[in-house]
């Protein structure tokens, strides 16, 4: 685009520059010579042509209707929005981007009214902004909904306006980030009486929300409350939050589903911590300005595009710092629980951990942080939640950080001390075996390097889908490391069941057995055979 607005104004300042005669003047003004149709004018028909009516009237009028539709939705509704906490679309805009960056396309887009004459009498812009910006000097795609039009509705403006947002993001390979306080498409049953007709329902664009899954990196800001369509695309996307009491999440609204026969509030129904639980958004907030730092921070680990390579950033944190309190965070008793966070903020660069998903899936703590200033993913057991095991919340959630370390290449970090999937018949119900098996799947379909340090334990099939074993294996594992096909533990009974029966005093041979065990369950016999 950049390109084009150059070559527009060379092409414009041709016409008035003088064309320079060989070996004079500034050699890039001789090029102008090459087009004498460009650089050459009759002066008297020059003059005569600048004497008719040019085009200010329509100038003014292009003015008039940008400054209407700044006004969005009218001084009430703005009013309105901001008694409720809210910023503006346009604020929201200008907190998000980097100062002065954002140049809007589409801001003619809306319903004018006209009088019998033919002349604009009113103007109700779009209530969606859609344009191009900056993030810490990088260039994004920006859509962002106007609530102080009909509620964000897609009734009031093009579908096209959000198709093009998604299509530039991708063509050009920009971020894309979406602002969502509203519907965002949809519209009401109103729509069938304007209509005249009802039609069966598509998503127009839905296809490019999907594709650009795959190939740029895609934040959804819920705003305010967003239902429908709007639902559908703040999910649909790499990182996704809410902000707490102030944005809601529902496929429908409290008025449908009190129609069904089910009152609730709007916090009820899609809260953000309802959401942030289930997983289906990635984090929840206090405040808008919280969630524009927390959307420029997740864009700083990614590239601009999928297939790009990682930004390595300066780094003042030297890679051979060593923490002394590491050598004994691990408990020997291996019932004892112990803080993961903390190892993390310590073995990464310092200050770069950025948690995704805290509030779900809590036994596997999932992140982006830098090593030596290269951007990773990070997956980590939490012996503090259901003992670190992987149930069915934890695995889905670990596959979706997989999946976006492979779409945007970077390596994965696994700090690993589990002991299994989760037990048990809540287990079973929950379809443990199903999500800990597809996580699994993802981790053997990763192509990007991992590094896999085992902290403690690693036993059973989760243990074993650390990472593919059948890759080059850069792992490491500190000295607590204990591991297997089951803990000895709870395998003793099972698997010597009939000597500890025939044995005079069953406790005594269970602790002899457990003694012999223990001294060959030592990680530097495990290292002796690689």
Not at 1 to 18: C, D, L, M, N
Not at 65 to 82: I, S
Request: hydrophobic share 40%; glycine share 12%.
């Amino acid at each position: 685009a950049g390109r084009r607005e150059r070559a527009s104004y060379f092409a414009s300042t041709a016409r008035v520059i003088p064309a320079a005669g060989p070996g004079r003047g500034n050699p890039q003004l001789q090029t102008c010579a090459a087009w004498p149709h460009l650089c050459h004018f009759d002066d008297e028909r020059m003059a005569a042509r600048m004497s008719g009516k040019g085009w200010e009237d329509e100038i003014a009028e292009l003015r008039r209707r940008k400054a209407l539709a700044a006004e969005m939705g009218g001084a009430d509704r703005v009013a309105r929005q901001r008694s409720r906490g809210k910023l503006t679309v346009r604020e929201r805009i200008d907190a998000l981007l980097d100062p002065g960056s954002f140049r809007e396309w589409g801001s003619l887009a809306g319903e004018g009214q006209y009088d019998a004459d033919g002349r604009l009498t009113g103007f109700r812009a779009s209530s969606c902004l859609v344009g191009r910006g900056a993030v810490e000097g990088r260039p994004v795609a920006v859509s962002a909904d106007d609530f102080t039009n009909r509620g964000g509705s897609s009734e009031s403006y093009l579908h096209e306006k959000n198709v093009q947002a998604e299509l530039m993001a991708a063509e050009y390979g920009l971020p894309l980030l979406r602002l969502l306080d509203g519907t965002g498409g949809g519209g009401s049953v109103a729509e069938i009486e304007r209509l005249g007709a009802t039609y069966v329902p598509y998503v127009p664009g839905f296809d490019q929300v999907v594709a650009n899954l795959g190939a740029v990196p895609v934040v959804s800001l819920g705003l305010g409350p967003v239902a429908g369509l709007g639902a559908a695309r703040l999910v649909a996307s790499h990182y996704s939050l809410m902000v707490r009491g102030l944005s809601q999440m529902f496929t429908a609204g409290p008025p449908v589903v009190a129609a069904a026969g089910e009152k609730v509030t709007a916090d009820q129904l899609g809260g953000a911590e309802l959401h942030a639980s289930t997983g289906s958004i990635d984090d929840v907030v206090d405040s808008e300005a919280e969630a524009f730092a927390r959307a420029r921070r997740f864009l700083s680990y990614l590239p601009g595009r999928a297939g790009a390579q990682p930004v390595r950033v300066p780094c003042d944190d030297p890679p051979d710092r060593a923490e002394p309190w590491l050598d004994a965070v691990i408990p020997r008793d291996r019932r004892w629980p112990y803080e993961i966070r903390p190892i993390l903020e310590a073995v990464l660069d310092r200050g770069s951990l950025f948690e995704i998903g805290r509030a779900w899936g809590r036994s596997i703590v999932t992140a982006l942080a830098r090593v030596n200033g290269l951007p990773v993913a990070v997956i980590a057991s939490d012996p503090g939640q259901m003992g670190g095991t992987w149930t069915a919340s934890a695995s889905r959630k670990m596959a979706r950080l997989v999946e976006l370390a492979e779409t945007f290449r970077l390596p994965v970090v696994h700090c690993v001390d589990v002991g299994g999937f989760t037990i048990g018949s809540q287990a079973e119900k929950a379809g443990t075996i199903r999500d800990g098996t597809r996580a699994i799947a993802t981790i053997y379909q990763s192509t990007v390097p991992w590094c896999v340090v085992i902290l403690r334990r690693a036993f059973g099939v989760a243990g074993a889908g650390m990472m593919d074993h059948t890759r080059f294996r850069y792992r490491i594992a500190w000295p607590s490391g204990d591991w297997g096909s089951l803990p000895a533990e709870g395998g003793i009974e099972a698997a010597f069941k009939a000597q500890i029966e025939a044995a005079p005093d069953p406790e005594a041979a269970k602790r002899e057995i457990r003694a012999r065990l223990e001294r060959l369950r030592s990680p530097f016999r495990s290292a002796e055979r690689f």
